[in-house]
Each structure stands twice: as structure tokens, then as C-alpha cells.
Nanobody, 122 residues
Framework: QVQLVESGGGLVQAGESLRLSCAAS????????MGWFRQAPGQERKFVAG????????AYVDSVKGRFTISRDNAKNTVYLHMNSVKPEDTAVYYC???????????????WGQGTQVTVSS
């Protein structure tokens, strides 16, 4: 029913920028809370950023504040993660996530994309 497809990952040098995209289908995108998570080898999946259904509220993990920006275009059913000044520690598989209903932006996501690899070289 609800499907999420990430794109935009790849290899980038430290200090550069890239944009991840997540296209949603199969539901009413404008009613969903959306988020980004990441998982590095040997680590648990961790919250990175979240955005409310209308884009009025955002949340970020401390390590990316001031560098990453989450945004959404409800007309295109797409959420973005703009990654600026990337660091080697940002290397991970990045997952798009969706939640139906209201809650804190960091918890209780219901659906997940397949992930896209981001590798940051020094």
C-alpha cells in the first residue's frame, strides 16, 4: 500500500553537499509525518531528522543540527534531506520513514524505504 523510495545517495567528499529524496506513493502524503534515519555498520539505526505533515515543525539529532535540513513538497509527495558540510561520520545507509498519525517527530514511524548508501570520504 504505502511505498517509499529513496534516491540521491552516493560518494561525496567531506565538506561537500548532497540531497537525498524520498518519493511516497499509495496514501495521502500531506497527512503523514516523515523522517530520515541512518545506520552505520555495526551500529543501531538512529533518528536523523523529522518533519510534520505540513512542514511547520522539524526535529534533528544534535550531530546534524546546522548542517542538514529536512523539507517536503506535498504537491510532489516527496521529502528531502539536504546534507551540507558532510563529515566522514555521516557515512551510513539512510532510510526514509513515514508515520500515520500524530506523535513526537522522533518516534513511532510505521513504514520504511529500502535505504540509500551515503559514503563520505576524507
Amino acid at each position: 500500500q504505502v511505498q517509499l523510495v529513496e534516491s540521491g545517495g552516493g560518494l561525496v567528499q567531506a565538506g561537500e553537499s548532497l540531497r537525498l529524496s524520498c518519493a511516497a506513493s499509495g496514501g495521502t502524503f500531506s497527512s503523514y509525518t516523515m523522517g530520515w534515519f541512518r545506520q552505520a555498520p555495526g551500529q543501531e539505526r538512529k533518528f536523523v531528522a523529522g518533519i510534520s505533515s505540513r512542514g511547520g515543525s522539524t526535529a534533528y539529532v544534535d550531530s546534524v543540527k546546522g548542517r542538514f535540513t529536512i523539507s517536503r513538497d506535498n504537491a510532489k509527495n516527496t521529502v528531502y534531506l539536504h546534507m551540507n558540510s558532510v563529515k566522514p561520520e555521516d557515512t551510513a545507509v539512510y532510510y526514509c520513514a513515514l508515520r500515520m498519525g500524530t506523535a513526537m517527530l522522533t518516534i513511532n514511524y510505521d513504514h520504511w524505504g529500502q535505504g540509500t548508501q551515503v559514503t563520505v570520504s576524507s
